[in-house]
């Protein structure tokens, strides 16, 4: 990995083994861009890919140039990556390269997440001073190269250089201009209860982008935008993958150019931002994560998945095992006391459970989502002997013990709101927006924050806690800062946000050892930004297994599934109404962090020898589903989405485990091959099946000794007898696990 600057050709040429990113300092002083794809050798130049008798766009308006960090007003009729406002109102701005240094390493963002290295051999990252002399505006943009990933980070830091206040209207953290269109862009949207599904869209002329204005990063879209060849398959092609690691107001866009060519923007929302820099004063975008592949979509996850697993994710439970928990959200909802929690926990021990969690409902007065939201402490009438005595009879059962929490809320029925009305969110003398019965707290306000971090500091040390479920169920309206003046009121949302990231820092160096997950009603703000202060995210309420195959399958794009939240519950299930067969559901969660999300004490003896053979599996497959390198197959995009099959392959690619689900059953079906990939062509796997001692065709089909060239070039064989298959009914799946022999 290099980072070449050449002071004859000013050509900056950012290389690893995978890919190269060049651009250089042209004459005027901006950055043009010249090349992002596999690496091309180190020290030609490469100026003949810019535009040549380009001396800036007064000479020739629309030229369709390819800028690292362009600006409004001088010719670039794109929109612009910054737009600040200077003192005399104008937002024309030329920044011009000024110094340059390359640094070793990777320097963290102050108040924002970030990917980092352990060592500073595993990345470089050259920092660029501009400066626009008329306005005082000075920008570091800053750009980290991975050693082992085909991976970028991008951020740009604004400084006001000048003497009267600067607004930056615009800053986006991320700017790549492409040389042509030929692209369809791949993005993951949805609601709640069904997100993240992938979605495709070939490139047309104009802007075409995905954003969020409800103060996180939200159900709708996730906060990422991938650039793939029409051509481009899982295992082969281009894929240019951009990711903002960020949990509020987003933009993802990608525009169009008349000559063609496409312009990909992202960063903050700026339809629902401004901030005013002081004189001396600077602003730090979040980072944007740029990843290039030109071995598939497949070739893009697996570099996000290692790099949001094992550089963004952090933390003492970043490596280790992520214990099989129960929650008791769906067994009671609201409904509890402590021996009905204690009964599901005892039942849950049984057959192998690692942790149990307690879910909403436990605090203030809260027998259901009227009241309580602010008033951390135990309800007694449901939990008399308090956390700390629900804790220890947990404990006593050899279990661990978590507990749910919604921090960034309040409900007009609660203590804190009789104290603190004015906490909440909402413009003086406007009626302020219910929903699910609460109000936000405005996280912005350092005081608030600091309240937070006691009255929770005090619940987390009040009893033995594991791990932490940090929820938020609602956005945000009618914002408005009440400490904030009128003319920074578009700092409101971003302030949020850097409060809640503040939280979250307090908590988890308070409490190093506890596990967090986050959640917002499901998955409304599964991003990267919060990755970086909880390994785990609740990926989507919806526990139904056909739904999760989508829903896992679109959110494995870019996350790892150590980080995917994953349970098994009851049926019907209380999203879709479905019946799916027990172990199709744990079959899907496997792929995820498993768990159970229902009441143990209905289990039938059958169903609980089941889950216990379950919850063995995944114990004895843990090592690869969490941390294994997963690949897509064939997924509910392809063909007539009746079958998905993904699998996980160990680092030593020793030990494979592969899921396939077909979801409805189809009468007399022909045979059908699924091929594997990223096994070891030379080793010879043993081949078995879970559930165990399934003697179905299927089964006999697989299982024996089979060479990787095998499964790679033929693969597994869904060979079903006919006679059979008329028993099976829908939703079925198998589980293949391969170990390398010898
Ligand atoms: C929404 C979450 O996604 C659920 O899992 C559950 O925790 C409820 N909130 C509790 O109110």
Not at 551 to 573: E, F, K
Request: net charge negative; charged share 25%; glycine share 10%.
């Amino acid at each position: 990995m290099t980072i070449g600057w050449d002071e004859q050709t000013r050509e900056f040429h950012l290389r690893n083994e995978r890919l190269s990113y060049i651009f250089r300092v042209l004459a005027g002083g901006s950055l043009e861009h010249l090349y992002l794809g596999p690496a091309l050798a180190a020290g030609p130049s490469y100026g003949h890919l810019g535009r040549r008798e380009f001396g800036g766009f007064a000479n020739r308006l629309d030229d369709p140039i390819a800028l690292e960090l362009p600006t409004a007003g001088r010719g670039d009729f794109r929109m612009a990556a910054l737009v600040v406002e200077g003192t005399d109102g104008s937002t024309v701005l030329d920044l011009r390269y000024v110094s340059h240094r390359i640094e070793r390493g990777k320097p963290a963002i102050p108040g924002l997440p970030a990917t980092y290295v352990e060592m500073d051999d595993e990345a470089d990252t050259l920092e660029i001073l501009l400066r626009d002399e008329p306005s005082g505006t000075e920008v570091r943009l800053l750009t980290t190269i991975f050693r082992d990933m085909p991976a970028l980070a991008r951020s740009v830091v604004v400084r006001n250089a000048g003497a009267g206040p600067l607004r930056i209207r615009t800053v986006m953290s991320a700017s790549l201009d492409l040389p042509d269109d030929d692209w369809t862009l791949v993005h993951l949207s949805g609601a709640w209860a069904r997100e993240r599904h992938i979605v495709r869209q070939p490139l047309g002329p104009g802007r075409q982008s995905f954003s969020s204005g409800r103060g996180a990063s939200g159900h709708e879209h996730d906060p990422s935008l991938i650039l793939v060849r029409p051509t481009t398959t899982e295992a082969s092609g281009e894929a240019v993958g951009f990711s903002l690691v960020y949990s509020g107001d987003f933009l993802a866009e990608a525009e169009v150019h008349l000559y063609g060519t496409t312009r990909v923007r992202l960063g903050i929302d700026p339809e629902t931002f401004t901030w005013t820099l002081d004189p001396g004063a600077e602003f730090a975008s979040p980072e944007a994560i740029v990843v290039y592949s030109d071995t598939g979509l497949g070739g893009m996850s697996d570099a996000f998945h290692r790099l949001y697993r094992s550089r963004l994710a952090r933390g003492s439970w970043r490596d280790r095992d992520r214990p099989v928990l129960i929650n008791n959200w769906e067994g009671t909802y609201f409904d509890f006391d402590e021996d009905r929690l204690v009964a599901i926990a005892t039942v849950a021990r049984e057959v192998g459970v690692e942790l149990f969690v307690l879910d909403d409902g436990w605090f203030g007065a809260r027998d259901d989502d009227t009241s309580s939201l602010g008033d951390w402490w135990v309800d007694r009438r449901k939990l008399p002997a308090g956390l700390d005595g629900l804790a220890h009879r947990i404990e006593g059962l050899g279990l661990l013990f978590g507990l749910w929490i919604e921090p960034e809320m309040i409900s007009p029925r609660s203590r804190l709101f009789a104290e603190h009305p004015d906490w909440a969110v909402g413009v003086p003398g406007r009626e302020r927006t219910e929903s699910r019965q609460q109000l936000v707290l405005d996280l912005g306000r350092p005081e608030i924050v600091d309240h937070l971090f006691e009255a929770l500091s005090q619940v987390l040390s009040s009893a033995p806690i594991s791990y932490v479920k940090w929820d938020m169920n609602r956005n945000i309206t009618e914002p408005y800062g009440s400490t904030l003046p009128a003319d920074r009121q578009g700092e409101f949302f971003h302030r949020y946000i850097l409060g809640v990231y503040e939280l979250y820092r307090r908590l988890t160096a308070a409490f190093p050892e506890i596990l967090f997950e986050s959640c917002a009603g499901g998955g409304g703000r599964f991003d990267p930004g919060l990755l970086a202060f909880a390994p785990q995210a609740w990926t989507s309420d919806d526990t139904d297994a056909v739904e999760r195959l989508s829903i896992q399958w679109g959110t494995s794009l870019l996350y790892p599934l150590s980080s995917m939240g994953a349970h098994v519950s009851a049926v019907p299930n209380h999203q879709t109404g479905r019946i799916t067969p027990l172990a199709t559901r744990a079959a899907t969660a496997f792929f995820g962090v498993f768990g159970y999300e229902l009441d143990a004490t209905r289990w039938t003896a059958e169903e609980r020898a089941a889950v216990a053979d379950q919850i063995a599996f995944y114990r004895a497959q843990r090592e690869v589903l969490q941390r294994g390198r997963f690949v897509r197959l064939v997924g509910p995009e392809d063909g007539d989405g009746n079958l998905v099959a993904w699998m996980a392959v160990a680092a030593d690619r020793r030990r494979a485990v592969v899921g396939i689900y077909r979801i409805l059953n189809r009468p007399n079906p022909g045979p059908r091959r699924i091929r594997l990939r990223g096994l070891d062509p030379a080793a010879t796997y043993r081949v078995s099946t879970w559930p165990a001692g399934d003697d179905d065709a299927v089964s006999r089909a697989n299982q024996g000794l089979r060479g990787g060239d095998v499964l790679r070039r033929v693969g597994l064989v869904l060979d079903a007898d006919r006679h059979e298959v008329s028993a099976e009914g829908d939703f079925w799946a198998r589980v293949f696990v391969l170990d390398a022999t010898g």
